[in-house]
Antibody, heavy 123, light 109 residues
Framework: QVHLQESGPGLVKPSETLSLTCAVS??????????WIWIRQPPGKGLEYIGY???????NYLPSFRSRVSISVDTSKNQFSLSLRSVSVADTAVYFC???????????????WGRGTTVTVSS | EIVLTQSPDTLSLSPGERATLSCRAS???????LAWYQQKPGQAPRLLIA???TRAAGIPDRFSGSGSGKEFTLTISRLEPEDFAVYYC??????????FGPGTKVEIK
C-alpha cells in the first residue's frame, strides 16, 4: 500500500521560502503512471492546485504561483519536494501531497494523499 | 481555465435520505476527466469517483456519479452517519490541468 508523508517547518516568516518534502513509501516516484502533486487548503477554504511533477522531471504549475514555485523529485530518496518563495500570510494553509494516477495519459484521480501539513506564515 | 461550480453550497439532510450534488463546468469536459472527493474535518480528501462514474477502490456502492459535457452529479443513495462531509468535484485536462469546485457540505439536518 502506498503512503505519502509531508514534512517541513510548520512556521515560516513572511518573505522567506516555504520548503516541504513528500516521502513516498510502498511505491516508486519513478513510475511513469503517476503525477506527483501539491495541493493546498487555506483555513476554512477549498482545495487549490499548486503544481505537479512527473518522474521525468517535467513540471506544471498554477500560473499564479509560477514565478515563485518549484517542485523537484529525488528518485534516489523516493520523494518529491515543494519550494515556495517570498511567502506571505496568504500562503498560510494545509499543504497536501498526492499521487495522480494517469496510466497511458488517462486520468483515474488523485488516489493517494498525504495527511497534510499545516504551514503558518507569520513573523 | 475551466471553472467548476458546485450546488448547493450546503445540503441539510437526515441519515437514510438521498443526497444529490451538482457540479457544473464552464466548458465541456471529457467524462474521463471528472472526479469526486470526500473530505472530513482534519483529514485529507478521499477519492470517491473517477471518470465521472467509476467508484474508486473500497468506495461503497451507495455512491454513484453521472453526467457528461458540462453537468455532473454525485448521488449518495442513502446517507450513512459517516457520509456527512464536504464533497469536491475536480477536472483534469484543462489549463491549468487541475481545478476543483468550491465544495458542497452535506450536513446533518
Amino acid at each position: 500500500q502506498v503512503h505519502l508523508q509531508e514534512s517541513g517547518p510548520g512556521l515560516v516568516k513572511p518573505s522567506e521560502t516555504l520548503s516541504l518534502t513528500c516521502a513516498v513509501s510502498g511505491g516508486a516516484v519513478s513510475s511513469g503512471d503517476f503525477y506527483w502533486i501539491w495541493i493546498r487548503q487555506p483555513p476554512g477554504k477549498g482545495l487549490e492546485y499548486i503544481g505537479y511533477i512527473y518522474h521525468t522531471g517535467s513540471t506544471n504549475y498554477l500560473p499564479s504561483f509560477r514565478s515563485r514555485v518549484s517542485i523537484s523529485v529525488d528518485t534516489s530518496k523516493n520523494q518529491f519536494s515543494l519550494s515556495l518563495r517570498s511567502v506571505s500570510v496568504a500562503d498560510t494553509a494545509v499543504y497536501f501531497c498526492a499521487r495522480v494516477f494517469v496510466p497511458g495519459y488517462n486520468f483515474y484521480g488523485m488516489d493517494v494523499w498525504g495527511r497534510g501539513t499545516t504551514v503558518t506564515v507569520s513573523s | 481555465e475551466i471553472v467548476l461550480t458546485q450546488s448547493p453550497d450546503t445540503l441539510s439532510l437526515s441519515p437514510g435520505e438521498r443526497a444529490t450534488l451538482s457540479c457544473r463546468a464552464s466548458q465541456s469536459i471529457s467524462i474521463n476527466y471528472l472526479a469526486w472527493y470526500q473530505q472530513k474535518p482534519g483529514q485529507a480528501p478521499r477519492l470517491l469517483i473517477a471518470g465521472a462514474s467509476t467508484r474508486a477502490a473500497g468506495i461503497p456502492d451507495r455512491f454513484s456519479g453521472s453526467g457528461s459535457g458540462k453537468e455532473f452529479t454525485l448521488t449518495i443513495s442513502r446517507l450513512e452517519p459517516e457520509d456527512f462531509a464536504v464533497y469536491y468535484c475536480q477536472q483534469y485536462g484543462g489549463s491549468p490541468p487541475f481545478t476543483f469546485g468550491p465544495g458542497t457540505k452535506v450536513e446533518i439536518k
